[in-house]
């Protein structure tokens, strides 16, 4: 079973642009979330959706906002990038269904450099 | 709030040592508990979890057994090998289907010949 995946593994950008970051989760996952990881910050949660819906979000400004697609893919998006943005953004699936589903798998994760 | 509390980094050992990073944890109702692994640029990937007081979880040789009394997931494991050098974070879900991962500020392990 393929894993998670995320796309595109790395992106440039440069300050005031905007930036999309794709995850398709583990087939037949139904939930997704969204981390951050800076090495002063470590592993911040984003936000996780459950059928198309947000049912979480952390403490991010509003630049940051996902969407999850009927086939549970997820999309997040930065608008006017700052420089501290630069990031690994890594999202993780699961089958949120019992409770012992309820593991998270991570993709490799997206490494945005902002400039 | 839910948080996690890991030992402090880096740890560096010799090959066959015995590893141990400590893990506390704090948190509403009975959380399930995870330890996760990250090698260098690349994702996170589960090592092992334990959902109820008493379990322990177990993988490649690691062990973590969840203490309610002590509110700890130590992570163990007998003989490291160099091939184990990576970055160390434990994480704890809340007891429900859905929601965040509260993850520790990882921990830095490098095994050397």
């Known amino acids: 079973k393929a894993g998670v995946t995320q796309t595109p593994r790395y992106l440039i950008k440069t300050r005031g642009q905007q930036v999309t970051l794709s995850c398709s989760p583990i087939s037949g996952h139904r939930s997704v979330s969204w981390y951050q990881q800076t090495p002063g910050q470590g592993l911040q949660f984003l936000f996780e959706y459950f059928s198309e819906t947000q049912r979480n979000k952390g403490n991010f400004p509003g630049r940051f906002s996902g969407r999850q697609f009927s086939n549970s893919r997820s999309e997040m998006n930065v608008s006017t990038l700052e420089l501290g943005d630069s990031a690994l953004y890594l999202c993780a699936s699961s089958l949120a269904k019992v409770r012992d589903q309820e593991t998270q798998y991570f993709g490799p994760g997206t490494r945005l450099l902002v400039l | ?113």
């Not at chain 2, 109820?52 to 494991?77: I, M, P, Q, W």
């Not at chain 2, 090998?81 to 921990?107: E, M, N, P, W």
């Open chain 2, 1 to 113: 709030g839910d948080s996690v509390t890991q030992m402090e980094g880096p740890v560096t050992l010799s090959e066959e040592a015995f590893l141990t990073i400590n893990c506390t944890y704090t948190a509403t109702g009975y959380p399930s508990l995870f330890w996760y692994v990250q090698y260098p640029g690349e994702g996170l990937q589960l090592l092992l979890k334990a959902t109820k007081a008493d379990d322990k979880g177990s993988n490649k040789g690691f062990e973590a057994t969840y203490r309610k009394e002590t509110t700890s997931f130590h992570l163990e494991k007998g003989s490291v090998q160099v091939s184990d050098s990576a970055v160390y974070f434990c994480a704890l879900r809340r007891g429900s289907t859905l929601g965040r991962l509260y993850f520790g500020r990882g921990t830095q392990l490098t095994v050397w010949p």
